[in-house]
């Protein structure tokens, strides 16, 4: 338990605006310095990303064309072990993070062909990108004896992993509380000035005044980032799961579009759709996905759907991250990502250790809103 005194969250030292996985990392990690933190979330009627993710711990693939994003995306992978242990033992909560290793399956020679030289260039392109196998059908089946005919081949990445993404949703709120930080539900923000020591950030809950604040707010920085100077022109792109009823375990390795959760469900989902900020779902897109799901692995033909929803990512017009400090505004900065989970080792570690210190690395210079200077925001 926290020793730290009780206080209002009034006045802080770093406010965090938005409560997903995102911001709750960088909570977490800003409390662990012995800063007072202040967590403003607009609570269940933001289109919250948190609760509608797939849970991967994932690199494969990522950053093809992006060797920053890549090792970036990598070390946080790697980080990850301790980052799972840290947070289950500060909250007693078991994550169900496993990192055997992560599989994408082709069902055609040509797809395979392709996955490979994307994954083979991008790991000549830089040092200290991940590593891949090529697997024939034979050894796919090896390592998924439930794999059906069609799959041709695959590849394996041993950095690739899961989570039980509402636990750890769980746990970071836990985790954070356990240090102090204070959080404040249906907190939309609509105004936040500059002051002489700080910030005044004003919105349904009234003032609060904070030496540093951290934009974490996902498809929310779009119209946060202009109030501190900075750019960032985030969309919304919807993605679509279903989940099956519990069946008996089958599967010991996440695949990039299907994973087996530790209670049993399936979960899979492949669509990426521009829809607005359209959440609901298409039964074509999931006949889609579930078609695709049987051709991988027959025995889900029997499988019962008992869930199905939509949640939007938060992309950005490259698909890779934003970390931005404020010229304009000192001592504010924002956060955006659409894979919060595989990167939340680093965002409790290195960026919350930048935004604390107010040091900031080259590691993150890539990624800087900068690049966007001439896309309009949307809509």
């Known amino acids: 338990m926290s020793l730290a005194p009780e206080r209002s969250g009034n006045d802080c030292d770093v406010a965090v605006i938005g409560g997903g996985v995102v911001g709750l990392s960088l909570a977490y990690g800003l409390a662990k310095t012995g800063l007072a933190v202040t967590i403003l979330d607009e609570g269940d ?14 690199v494969q693939g990522k950053g ?37 290793g992560g599989l994408m399956a082709s069902l055609t020679e040509d797809d395979l062909d392709t996955r490979c030289n994307d994954l083979r260039r991008l790991h000549n392109r830089g040092q200290d990108c991940a590593d891949f196998e090529r697997l024939d059908a034979g050894g796919m089946k090896r390592l998924l004896p439930a794999i059906g005919p069609d799959v041709v081949g695959g590849t394996f990445c041993p950095h690739d992993g899961h989570v039980n993404a509402l636990r750890l949703f769980n746990a970071l709120h836990a985790a954070a509380a356990s240090l102090g930080a204070i959080y404040r539900p249906n907190a939309t923000v609509e105004a936040i000035d500059r ?58 390795y996440p695949l990039g579009t299907i994973r087996q959760t530790d209670e049993g469900g399936v979960m899979i989902g492949d669509s ?35 869930r199905s929803w939509g949640a ?68």
């Open 195 to 252: 002051l002489p020591d700080g910030f005044s950030i004003t919105g349904a809950t009234g003032e609060i005044r904070a030496g540093k604040v951290v934009l974490a707010a996902g498809l929310g920085n779009a119209r946060l980032g202009p109030m501190v100077g900075i750019h960032a022109p985030v969309r919304p792109q919807r993605g679509q799961i279903l989940v099956t009823e519990k069946l008996a375990h089958f599967l010991d």
């Open 312 to 379: 939007l990512r938060v992309m950005t017009p490259d698909g890779y991250p934003i970390y931005e400090r404020s010229v304009t505004h000192p001592g504010a900065y924002l956060v955006t990502c659409h894979s919060g989970v595989t990167l939340a080792a680093v965002h409790a570690s290195h960026v919350a250790g930048m935004i604390g210190s107010g040091d900031w690395l080259p590691d993150l210079t890539p990624f800087a809103a900068g690049r966007f200077a001439d896309v309009p925001s949307p809509g």
């Open 45 to 58: 009627i933001a289109h919250r990303a948190s609760r509608g993710n797939f849970g991967l711990v994932w």
């Open 64 to 100: 093809l064309d992006n060797p920053d994003y890549a090792r970036w995306s990598l070390a946080s992978a790697r980080a990850w072990p301790f980052f799972a242990a840290e947070i289950e033992a500060a909250t007693d909560t078991a994550l169900s993070y496993e990192q055997r």
């Open 272 to 306: 990426k759709e521009e829809v607005g900020f359209d959440n609901g779902t298409r039964h074509d897109v999931l006949a889609g996905i579930a078609a695709n799901a049987i051709r991988i692995f027959p025995l889900l033909a029997q499988a019962q759907v008992v």
